[in-house]
């Protein structure tokens, strides 16, 4: 398929904000393992930098794992990816950068969409006490 033909729709574009990527963990491996999750998590962030900084080189770290994919295309579909990374929230707040109030809405429409039996508190689903300094989370 060509790059020309390939529509991208926007959920926000169609009133729908959420966020697009998480690290879970468990209650129990956050306390017993604090270290371990902010080292993963300034790993990710690293990895994504680097990624961004240089798309072509970390399609051949995939390509390494990976030697049937066609290169030419993975890059391609990273570059449509990172778009949607680049938003003018990620690049005042840094990758991983929770806005409260949009993660309240997610959580009042995934509630209302799915008449969940308890609506999650944002502060439950998200901590940012793991994740690197906002200087160190800023790409640009």
Known sequence: MKTEDI??????????????????????????NPQAIAAVLRAINRAMKDTIA????????VMQRNPLLNEADELEKLRLVMEFMDTANTRADGLGAVKKLRLE????????????KTKPSPDFIFNSGFLPRPADRRYR
């Open 7 to 32: 529509v991208t729709l926007q959920y926000a574009d169609f009133g729908v904000d959420l966020y697009g990527n998480a690290v879970l963990a468990s209650a129990k491996f956050i306390a017993e």
């Open 54 to 61: 240089d798309p072509a080189a970390a399609v051949k770290f």
């Open 105 to 116: 809405n997610q959580v009042d429409d995934i509630n209302m969409a799915f008449g969940l």
